[in-house]
Each structure stands twice: as structure tokens, then as C-alpha cells.
């Protein structure tokens, strides 16, 4: 992957396309009605799209963070249905607190 910038720094967000137990759960409380629509249109591209999706919106979400420290705000990140499927780095997204509730942890969906 390759990326230029003329006028600042870029971002690079990369996901691995995989399956996730709460797949239907993380759609419905992430994205829009349209987006959902998007995204469950065709299910042998679901996945594909549900991570094209994501990406942009874990990237969007990290300029929100820098362009909130510019002007000394605080800016903290819920990652309740992000924390069972990944790794994540508070510092690395431009967060001052991370939160997440343990239940999210336990149970049948986490398998």
C-alpha cells in the first residue's frame, strides 16, 4: 500500500477481513440504515464491505481525536464491541480515556 500527501500526513488504517461472532451485533449499533442496507446486500460480499466500512470510520475517528486536542478538549472512546476482537492502543487513536465493560468479555458472543 502507498500513500502521498502533498500538503500533511497521511493515515493508513489495515484490517484483516475475517469472520466475528457478533458480526450482525456490530452492524446494527455502528452503522447507519443506509450503511447496514450497504453492507447486508449481498452476503457473499458482507464481509468485505462490513470492514471497508469500519476502516473508515476507526480513521475517521482518529482525526476527530487530533482535530479535538488542538483546541484542548479531552476525547474519549467507548470500545465495547471493539474490545473482544482486537488489540487496541488508546495512544495510538489519539485517545485520552478508553472504556469498555467487562461483560462484553465473557459469554457466547466472544467465541
Same mark, same amino acid.
Given at each position: 500500500?502507498?500513500?502521498? #500527501? ?8 489495515? %484490517? ?15 452503522? !447507519?440504515?443506509? %450503511? ?7 452476503? #457473499? ?9 469500519? !476502516? +473508515? ?10 482535530? +479535538?486536542?488542538? +483546541?484542548?478538549?479531552?476525547?474519549? +472512546?467507548?470500545?465495547?464491541?471493539? !474490545? ?28
Amino acid at each position: 500500500m502507498y500513500a502521498f #500527501s502533498k500538503n500533511g500526513e497521511v493515515g493508513i488504517d489495515l %484490517e484483516q477481513i475475517r469472520p466475528l461472532g457478533d458480526l450482525d451485533e456490530l452492524i446494527e449499533k455502528n452503522f !447507519t440504515v443506509q %450503511e447496514r442496507k450497504y453492507i447486508n446486500h449481498l452476503s #457473499s460480499e458482507r464481509l468485505q464491505r462490513f470492514f471497508k466500512f469500519w !476502516t +473508515v470510520k476507526e480513521s475517521y475517528l482518529k482525526a476527530i481525536g487530533e482535530a +479535538v486536542h488542538k +483546541v484542548g478538549a479531552l476525547f474519549y +472512546v467507548d470500545g465495547v464491541h471493539l !474490545t473482544p476482537h482486537a488489540v487496541i492502543s488508546a495512544k495510538d487513536i489519539g485517545a485520552d480515556f478508553f472504556g469498555f465493560s467487562f461483560y462484553k468479555l465473557m459469554g457466547p458472543h466472544c467465541a
